[in-house]
């Protein structure tokens, strides 16, 4: 059911690009933290999407061999788009940086603090980017519902 | 006996109510549909590395479909199939092919095209109820 589907796909674009926000916000929010879980710094975390289908994944290859098997019988019912999803939560590996001041808790020998790699401007930016990418899946929905509606309207 | 009036034209009136614009509609309706869940897929991954755009071109489908009828196939564009294309370009340096303004703007327009249908249909419909004398 074609206008279902892009309800579908929108709203997996809208929670990809909520956890993008959310992954931004604690970044941001742990611009300081010289200790995280594992005693070291706090590191930056990305999201990285994926679409659905994509990649070489199980529904790709699927969907290849429906196409060859369309190909022959005529069918060309198939592949459609399925939207987006979080492939994995990667930590930036880059260095953090050493800042002087011998009286912070977690100075080394030479008085300097190592601290998280994360750079408030790089953060603002991909908050800016992921509100921007969640308004136009909210429009892309709305469109869908508008289209949906008028279909209705036949009815009346 | 000589025809007169737009069967002269055209030859008979056609009398069956699925006739070749109805089907047509029908099937730029469903293309309009599968377009749209194309879009909505590349402006779910505008942030997907490496993602080329999709997109369904109905429109020629059904203009192939519309001179096969003409010439007399026996096949319905009410049943054609409709499957997204990849249409690959690049945007970003990470290899995505997604322009979002280029995207919002196709949207808008298959939605609108989309209701456009849909008020050609709904006016048709009224056509045939109120021939048959069933329009309110």
Same mark, same amino acid.
């Given at each position: 059911m074609g206008l279902f589907d892009s309800l579908a796909i929108s709203a997996s674009g809208l929670s990809a690009e909520r956890l993008r926000m959310d992954v931004t916000a604690e970044n941001l929010a742990n611009a300081q933290s010289t200790q995280g879980a594992d005693g070291q710094p706090y590191r930056r975390k990305s999201v990285v999407l994926q679409a659905v289908g994509a990649q070489g994944g199980f529904a790709q290859a699927l969907a290849a061999a429906q196409t060859a098997n369309a190909a022959a019988t005529g069918d060309t019912s198939g592949a459609q788009p399925g939207g987006v999803q979080v492939a994995a939560i990667v930590e930036d590996p880059t260095a953090g940086r050493r800042v002087y001041n011998p009286g912070h808790p977690d100075a080394d020998g030479q008085g300097y603090v190592t601290m998280p790699n994360v750079d408030t401007v790089t953060e603002m930016v991909d908050l800016i980017s992921a509100s921007r990418a969640y308004e136009a899946n909210t429009t892309a929905m709305q469109t869908a519902k508008q289209m949906f509606t008028k279909t209705l309207e036949l009815l009346r | 006996m000589k025809v007169q009036g737009r069967a002269a034209l055209? $030859? &008979?009136? &056609?009398?069956?109510?699925?006739d070749a614009t109805q089907q047509l509609l029908m099937g730029a309706l469903r293309g309009a549909a599968t377009r749209q869940s194309a879009l909505a897929q590349n402006l779910a991954n505008a942030n997907t590395a490496g993602y080329q755009r999709v997109d369904v071109d109905f429109h020629s489908a059904l203009q192939q479909a519309a001179e096969d009828m003409r010439s $007399? %196939?026996? +096949? +319905? &564009? %009410?049943?054609l199939e409709f499957r997204a294309q990849a249409d690959p370009q690049q945007m970003q340096v990470d290899g995505n092919g997604v322009d979002v303004d280029v995207e919002a703007a196709n949207l808008a327009q298959n939605g609108l095209e989309y209701q456009a249908l849909v008020s050609v249909m709904d006016a048709r419909t009224r056509i045939l109820q109120s021939a048959i004398g069933a329009a309110r």
């Open positions: - | 055209h $030859g &008979p009136v &056609p009398m069956e109510l699925f $007399g %196939a026996d +096949s +319905s &564009p %009410a049943d």
